[in-house]
Structures are given as structure tokens and as C-alpha cells.
């Protein structure tokens, strides 16, 4: 019967009973005989046999310092994976709020087709209209928002806004509420009666009808959204060159720079007090809107989450818009509108070559025909306006 083979070297070994005691000596004959081989190069597998010594490490190749593992360090495993879940959080609350506010703004169709309507120039047009409903407006609202009891639907204010496709200026126009225009179905009367006989609808037909400009987009803000805009940025800085005191707009404003709530930026977008009443007002409002649109916009409104908050949560109640406008267009009508301020926007009103008296009507506005002609013609071809046809703001 053969033998059982020893150790490799060749030395004889001992070999331990199942169950047995361990055999005298043996840990002794392990250490000097040559059993355990770690110093000649061999290490111990833990299911047992041997393998080779690494090869040796070539100077020049740059060795990772990740430990025996071969991953990085766990600390900044959980770094990546923590910035990692920032980020994720991040791009939620951006979708969940972008989806939030397309959901929520009012809609109106205002725009549609009818027979005769000017066909699309170049660049886009923006009409932008403050309504004075007072619907949603409960009676303390009404007073302290000095709206009075007017019922119906009317509007203080109307803004055509240009935005061109080349390199012109964007262009905000003033429509004077009192224009005597020609209203679809209504005869001649003032523009803001378009409004008051049949809505967004035929007011936004009546601009187009006169101005032979194709309207792109349409807004709307209410008394009521308006005022908590302003409040919900912290009021906007207005610098007065005397004071402003008018009962039926609620405001006696002192001259001199100062932050405007919401009640008080009403009362100052709606006053016609000064010599000029109507075009007094809408300089006013070009200049409020303006500044609204820059406080709206800076980091203090963006960054201050006290402030954005409450203006995401203001903002569908306060803008009602049309049919097929989205969340994505209002960006760029927010910085053009913002460029007044600066110079950046061409900012004017309608030319007008007087006014005159029209019974039943009142005292109307009538536009410059030759002017007025030049100046939506410049926006309908994306065209520098001619210096002659702006409306300067005091002019």
C-alpha cells in the first residue's frame, strides 16, 4: 500500500486525527519546517493552495490610491451620492413648479380667426391688458383697494409689446384708453369700450382691426392680482417729482423716492391726475410696470424663497391668458417689458393729433393717421421706429 504523500519539500509531516487532539509538536515542525512559505514568496489562499506574488510594478505606471478594494474611498462615494440627490431634488421641485403654475393660470380665448384679419408679420405681439373687474374682490377688498362699485367689465390699461426676430429694440406701445377707433360691430367709440361691449375677444379684434397687426399672445391682470403681485415682492420703489393725491385712486403720495404696496401701485397706475390725465397715467404706467418687472426678476425676488413663494402662489390668480399661450412664452415679455427702464425697450404711445368732443362718447383721443401708420408699419416689418413718431415719456 502506497504512502501518503507530505509537503512539497519534500519533509515528512504528521497528520492530525478528525476529532483528535492536535499531535505534539506539530505547531513546532509547522514553523521550522518550512510549512508555512510566506517568506519564500507565497501567501495562503483562504480556501487553501497557493498562488504567485504579484508581478513586479512597471516605474512609470501611476498607481490608485484606493486601497485593496479598487473603488474610491467611501467618504467621497458618499459626497457624489449625496450632491447627486440635491440635484435630483432640485430638478423635481422645478418640474412640480413649472407644472403647478401652467395648470393654474386663468385661460381666455382671445385670439381666433375671422374673416379680414391681418395676416402674421415678422417678429411677435403681445397685447397686455389691466382689467378693473372686480370679480373675486369681496367688499373689504373693494375699499381698501379704493376700486368703487363699478360693475360690468372695463379696462384702465392696454400695452402693445413688439418683440422683433432680428436685432431691433423691442417696442411697448400705449394704447390710450380713450382712442377714438373702430370697434368691429360697434361703430367708432373709445378703445376700452371694446372691452366693456364684448371682452378680451373684441378688443384684442378691435387693436388688430386698427393697427393691421396680427396679435401673437394675450395677458391680463385683475385690481386684485395686481396689488398682491406688488405686496408679495416687498412694494416697488417709485421716485415722485411732486406729491400724488388723488380720493378716487385711494393714494396721497408725498414726492420723493419711496416703496409702494400694493394698494397704494394701484392707486398710482390708475390716477388720471395731471394736466395731461390720460397720457399722464400711461407714462405712469410704462414707468410702474417697468420696475415691476425688474424687482420681479433680481435676486432679491428670486433668491429671498419669502418672496418667491408667495409670488408663484399670487401669480395664477393675477394673469389670466390666452388660450394658447404657456409659462415659457412669459420670459421673454418679462425682460422687454423691463427694458423700458433702461432703454433697452423703445417705449411710446400711439401719435395722436388731439383731441376732440363726441356726443354721447365724451371727450375722445384721436390718433395721428399718418404717424400711427408709420409706426405700426415699422413693427409689422421688424423695422427701426423713426425717431419721429415716438411719444416720449414727459414729451
Not at 433697452?344 to 375722445?364: D, H
Amino acid at each position: 500500500m502506497s504512502q501518503p504523500h507530505g509537503p512539497r519539500d519534500g519533509q515528512a509531516g504528521t497528520f492530525r486525527i478528525p476529532g483528535g487532539a492536535p499531535q505534539r509538536g506539530q505547531d513546532h515542525n509547522r514553523q521550522h519546517q518550512g510549512y508555512d512559505r510566506q517568506h519564500q514568496g507565497y501567501d495562503r489562499r483562504p480556501q487553501g493552495g497557493y498562488r504567485q506574488p504579484p508581478p513586479p510594478q512597471d516605474p512609470g505606471q501611476e498607481v490608485p490610491q484606493y486601497g485593496s478594494s479598487g473603488r474610491p474611498p467611501r467618504r467621497k462615494r458618499r459626497v457624489g451620492r449625496i450632491l447627486l440627490i440635491i440635484l435630483l431634488a432640485i430638478v423635481v421641485l422645478i418640474a412640480a413648479t413649472w407644472i403647478y403654475l401652467e395648470s393654474s393660470f386663468n385661460r381666455v380665448n382671445a385670439l381666433e380667426d375671422y374673416a379680414g384679419r391681418p395676416a402674421a408679420g415678422k417678429g411677435t405681439n403681445w397685447l397686455i391688458v389691466g382689467s378693473d373687474s372686480r370679480a373675486g374682490l369681496d367688499a373689504e377688498d373693494q375699499e381698501r383697494l379704493a376700486t368703487g362699485d363699478a360693475k360690468g367689465q372695463r379696462t384702465d390699461t392696454m400695452l402693445l409689446l413688439h418683440l422683433p426676430d432680428n436685432n431691433e429694440k423691442p417696442t411697448m406701445v400705449s394704447l390710450l384708453r380713450d382712442s377714438y377707433v373702430d370697434i368691429p360691430g360697434k361703430g367708432k367709440n373709445k378703445l376700452n369700450a371694446a372691452y366693456a361691449f364684448g371682452g378680451p375677444k373684441l378688443l384684442a379684434q378691435t387693436v388688430e382691426k386698427n393697427t393691421n397687426l396680427r396679435l401673437d399672445h394675450y395677458i391680463e391682470i385683475g385690481f386684485g392680482g395686481f396689488a398682491s403681485v406688488v405686496d408679495a415682492v416687498g412694494g416697488v420703489n417709485m421716485c415722485l417729482d411732486k406729491p400724488l393725491k388723488d380720493p378716487l385712486a385711494g393714494i396721497d403720495l408725498p414726492a420723493g423716492c419711496q416703496d409702494l404696496d400694493g394698494a397704494n401701485a394701484l392707486g398710482y397706475v390708475r390716477t388720471r391726475v395731471g394736466p395731461r390725465a390720460d397720457l399722464d397715467r400711461v407714462i405712469r404706467q410704462r414707468q410702474f410696470i417697468s420696475a415691476l418687472m425688474d424687482k420681479v426678476a433680481s435676486p432679491g425676488t428670486i433668491l429671498n424663497p419669502f418672496r418667491l413663494v408667495p409670488l408663484l402662489a399670487d401669480a395664477p390668480d393675477a394673469i389670466t391668458l390666452g388660450e394658447g399661450d404657456h409659462l415659457h412664452n412669459l420670459p421673454s415679455l418679462g425682460f422687454a417689458i423691463s427694458g423700458a427702464s433702461d432703454g433697452s425697450t423703445v417705449s411710446t404711445s400711439v401719435p395722436f393729433s388731439g383731441t376732440r368732443s363726441v356726443p354721447k362718447i365724451g371727450s375722445v383721443i384721436v390718433w395721428d393717421e399718418a404717424k400711427s401708420k408709420a409706426l405700426f408699419e415699422a413693427l409689422r416689418n421688424d423695422t427701426a421706429v423713426p425717431s419721429n413718431v415716438i411719444v416720449m415719456p414727459g414729451g
